[in-house]
């Protein structure tokens, strides 16, 4: 007579499932412009995993698939994460420089508004004594009176 | 006392699905050519912080190499033909053990861990200079 073993096989879907998704995530946590892949993956290897667990323990299934399932996933998480951290502070920093150039920008703008006055109050003494004013400078009044008005 | 393998069954589905996964980078890389740069999945560096990384080119490096230009494969990405030939071994080890899985080998378990045990090995060869590269980032 031939006996067989019967085990259960509870979890063991979800713990294939798991691991696949987790091995993935470790090169896609890896390469730097597919960190968002590993995230996500990470995410779902470590809920299928632990979906994958729950039923292993209620069923009496084996767990070491799941084991190295939740493992793969958790390193894949963390490496995605890292690059997630490092992308965001250097996209924060470039957001900050943008913002620091703009402001910088504006400073010399206001000092170019003072500036502009100043010249055209020159401008206007200095060409009322003038019959006709010359090309050159004419044209730099209308640019100066436009800069004053914003346009 | 018969007793089952129970190993066979996940590794051949596991194998299957990676060989599945790796065939289908091969056939992303044919479809999308690296001159027409219509690569649709995009690159996370670019999107967050609008910055190139040392990964960035590695998908048109992936075409240029199942076209055989590897000139063209080390200009868009000097780590593209070491991580292609990865993948491509990798195909070649899942391959073989979906050979062995389904014939059902008594020695799977043994097969599996000395698997193990190269993928990792290889994956530190062919990613060292890539990892090296990366930990100057920090």
């Not at chain 1, 294939?16 to 890896?30: D, F, R, T």
């Not at chain 1, 994460?81 to 703008?109: L, P, T």
């Not at chain 1, 400078?137 to 009176?145: A, F, G, P, R």
């Not at chain 2, 063209?72 to 070649?92: K, V």
């Amino acid at each position: 007579m031939i006996m067989e073993e019967i085990k259960s096989n509870a979890g063991q879907g979800l713990g294939i499932a798991g691991l696949v998704i987790g091995i993935l995530a470790i090169p896609m946590g890896i390469i730097p412009c597919t960190f968002y892949l590993g995230i996500l993956f990470g995410i779902v290897g470590i809920v299928l995993s632990l979906v994958a667990l729950t039923q292993a323990n209620r069923g009496g299934g084996p767990k070491t698939l799941i084991i190295a399932a939740m493992i793969c996933s958790i390193v894949g998480l963390t490496l995605a994460s890292v690059w997630g951290f490092v992308f965001s502070r250097n996209g924060a920093q470039v957001v900050k420089e943008i913002i620091k150039e703009e402001m910088y920008r504006d400073d010399r703008s206001g000092d170019t508004e003072r500036g502009v006055r100043e010249v055209l109050k020159d401008l206007e003494t200095d060409t009322a004594t003038w019959p006709v004013p010359s090309p050159d400078m004419q044209e730099m009044t209308d640019s100066l009176q436009m800069l004053e008005e914003g346009e | 006392m018969k007793k089952e393998n129970n190993l066979n069954r996940p590794y051949l589905i596991i194998n299957l699905v990676f060989a599945g996964i790796i065939i289908s980078v091969i056939l992303y890389s044919l479809v999308f050519s690296a001159a027409g740069a219509s690569h649709p999945i995009p690159s996370g560096s670019q999107w967050v912080a609008g910055e190139a990384s040392l990964s960035t080119g590695l998908s048109r490096s992936f075409s240029s190499v199942v076209r055989f230009d590897f000139e063209s494969a080390r200009r868009q990405n000097p780590y593209g033909i070491r991580i292609f030939a990865f993948f491509l071994l990798q195909l070649l080890l899942r391959l073989a053990a979906i050979m062995l899985g389904i014939r059902a080998v008594t020695w799977i378990r043994g097969y599996a861990w000395a698997d193990t045990a190269i993928t990792i090995f290889l994956f530190g060869i062919f990613f060292f200079p890539f990892f090296v590269e990366l930990t100057k980032q920090f």
